[in-house]
């Protein structure tokens, strides 16, 4: 699908209000939009006062007609982008979901009664208190209180309005880059710390404008990507309103890859907005948000772009080189794991929130029997330990059938001599990626660590990982956490694999740099994992640096001794992260709303495609499922 295909329900709405060509958004409309934000509770809730635990949406049917008659709404708010028949618009845009039959594997669930959305409601506000009462319970730090006031000072406005944080607010650094522009995968440590603070009015601004820019028209040279994509980045200009120079108005200005560095698109960053909108939904309660229909168009266009037809065999995602948090060539073009993580954590949350009618049950089965088997490849081929690498030591080549054990057709030479030593008796990790003939067997700590809290890998996988990182502290933590991936790539490999990047050198940045802002993401698997006293460590390491360091986006050297080469600093996402561990360990239960549980029926799902694997990925099985 490309910006020339029939229009979807924003683009068409937003035609409705702008010319063609024109790419900024007015000041009236982002005044109109403030204005219409809807109040949130003071405190986060935890529980969803409408939806089974067990995650998946009631029958709601998100009504146009009742949105548009809401609220004193005006033609060009970014609340009003719904068109007179807006299901219409949403089914023409996604062909692909009405036409793919699928097996009615999954049934959809009932809705829960009055009586339990009542106990639900209840459950709600008793958590509410205890909320507000485990967050008045301690003083902050000195570090804490600095934190804050650099996270405030990077806040962005639009139109008066909080709508994101800044990459960097670094006021000895006279080359801005982009670093002055507001990334969608840098905010949400920042809305984290936000939305546990109760200060919600950032991140559902943040949320629906960045809605708005995915229906951009969007060109590199004659070529429109999907209409899905949503940008990397966007930042807010102020620019003359006529030709006088008397008036000005605020305008944002997305950048979907056109002018990032190498034009890579950013195919993570609607998987977190997908994944941020959910945690929003969860800790405030305003579930409406995630009802109204031009937000659920926004995530329907997400997926319809993630999971259309390719020539692909695999249930990963195919993306090319540097399209997530490591966004310049460093090898891992094809399958990486980060997004296959974020791919997998992004259908599971919007699985939870897709309202369920007749129009979105194809979509429902399609993504999870994507689940099922993307969790299924997974676990069953990026899952290395000392077991199996001895497997595919021993592996044979060559192999043309259907049962083969080395399908993919690894030669045993490459395995790295570094794992060989690397690789601990006990627990294990997700590799990198996996390419026909082609393991990329480097540690990445954001793939492994968002694997953890999507429940992609098994429990027993989970545990496996954190006990590699205990194991390899010196290697993974050391001076700073977390690196980003390890080992870094030297000399030749260096050279070819990233086009002698010189801000890719060895142990720097992306190449085996250590990047606090993963902090958050350690603590979250940690506390997911019943291990917080992990977290604990690793954030008394980081806590003793970060503000001596002002708040650095990355540090260098193999044991992360070092402030980065180019680093920036008061990156916002190293501050943000910091303050989101804190406040994680402080207040374990709010990783819920990041979180997905085991589900054992996507594995049962998953039988049924596998015939021969029947046994092994079961339900039954799967309970008992040994890794190792
Ligand atoms: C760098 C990082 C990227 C981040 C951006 C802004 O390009 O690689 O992940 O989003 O800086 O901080």
């Known amino acids: 699908m490309n910006g020339q295909t029939p229009m979807g329900l924003a683009a068409a709405a937003a035609a409705a209000v702008r010319p063609c060509r024109r790419r900024l958004l007015s000041s009236a409309t982002a005044a109109a939009a403030a204005t219409n934000a809807t109040a949130t509770s003071l405190f986060p809730r935890l529980s969803h006062p409408h939806h089974h635990s067990h995650g998946r949406r009631l029958p709601f049917l998100a009504s146009a007609a009742s949105q548009q008659q809401s609220g004193q709404q005006t033609a060009a708010s970014p609340e009003t ?35 339990e959305e009542d106990a639900a409601a209840s459950a709600a506000a008793a958590a509410d208190e205890e909320l507000a009462s485990a967050l008045k319970a301690r003083e902050e730090t000195e570090t804490e209180r600095e934190a804050w006031r650099l996270l405030r000072r990077a806040v962005v406005s639009y139109c008066g309005a909080p709508v994101g944080t800044v990459a960097a607010e670094d006021p000895e650094c006279t080359e801005t880059l982009n670093y002055d522009q507001v990334f969608i995968r840098d905010f949400v440590p920042s809305a984290l710390a936000f939305l546990m603070r109760g200060e919600t009015e950032i991140v559902r601004n943040f949320l629906l404008h960045t809605l708005q820019l995915q229906s951009w028209e969007k060109t590199v040279d004659c070529y429109s990507p999907g209409q899905g994509l949503m940008p990397a980045s966007f930042k807010i200009r102020t620019v003359p309103l006529d030709d006088n120079n008397e008036a000005f108005e605020e305008v944002l200005d997305p950048d979907f890859g056109e002018s990032a560095i190498g034009r890579v698109a950013p195919v993570d960053s609607g998987l977190w907005w997908i994944i941020l909108l959910r945690a929003y939904c969860k800790i405030t309660g305003d579930y409406a948000l995630q009802e109204r229909v031009d937000v659920q168009t926004g995530i329907k266009l997400i997926l319809s772009l993630c999971l259309s037809d390719g020539f692909d065999m695999f249930p990963t995602l195919l993306v090319t080189d540097g399209s997530c948090m490591i966004d310049r060539r460093m090898g891992i073009h094809g399958h990486p794991l980060e997004i296959q993580a974020l791919f997998y954590s992004a259908l599971r949350c919007s699985r939870e929130m897709i309202v369920v009618n007749d129009g979105s049950k194809n979509l429902l089965r399609a993504i999870n029997n994507r689940l099922s088997a993307l969790s299924f490849h997974i676990r069953e081929y990026y899952w290395v330990d000392m077991k199996k690498i001895n497997e595919i030591y021993r592996y044979k080549t060559e192999e043309y059938s259907h049962d083969a054990t080395n399908k993919f057709n690894i030669y045993p030479e490459q395995i790295p001599s570094w794992l060989v030593d690397w690789i601990p008796e006990k627990g294990g990790y997700l590799i990198g990626n996996l390419q026909p003939a082609h393991m990329d067997f480097r540690f990445f700590s954001l793939g492994n660590l968002w694997a953890i809290t999507s429940s992609l890998t098994t429990p027993k996988q989970a545990e496996g990982i954190l006990s590699l990182i205990e194991e390899k502290w010196d290697d ?11 080992p870094a790539m030297e000399d030749d490999e260096w050279r070819i694999i990233t086009g002698s990047d010189p801000k890719n050198t060895p142990w720097s940045y992306h190449n085996g740099g250590s990047w606090p802002t993963l902090l958050w993401q350690f603590t979250l698997a940690c506390i997911k994992m019943g291990r917080p006293e992990l977290a604990r460590r690793a954030i008394a390491v980081a806590e003793e640096r970060l503000a001596a360091d002002k708040w650095p986006e990355y540090y260098d050297t193999r044991s992360g001794r070092f402030t980065g080469k180019q680093s920036r600093s008061y990156q916002t996402w190293t501050i943000a992260g910091f303050l989101t561990s804190k406040m994680l360990l402080e207040n374990p239960e709010l990783a819920s709303i990041l979180t997905c549980d085991e589900d054992l029926e996507l594995l049962e799902g998953c039988a049924c495609c596998l015939s021969k ?4 990925c079961s339900r039954r099985a799967s309970k008992s499922h040994v890794v190792g």
Do not use: Q
């Open 476 to 486: 993974l933590v050391a001076n700073m956490p977390l690196k980003i991936c390890y």
């Open 613 to 616: 694997k029947r046994a092994r």
């Open 81 to 115: 982008h719904i068109p007179a028949d807006p299901r219409a618009a949403v089914s023409g845009n996604l062909p692909f979901f009405d036409r793919v039959l699928f097996p009615d594997t999954f049934p959809l669930e009932t809705p829960p009664s009055a009586a």
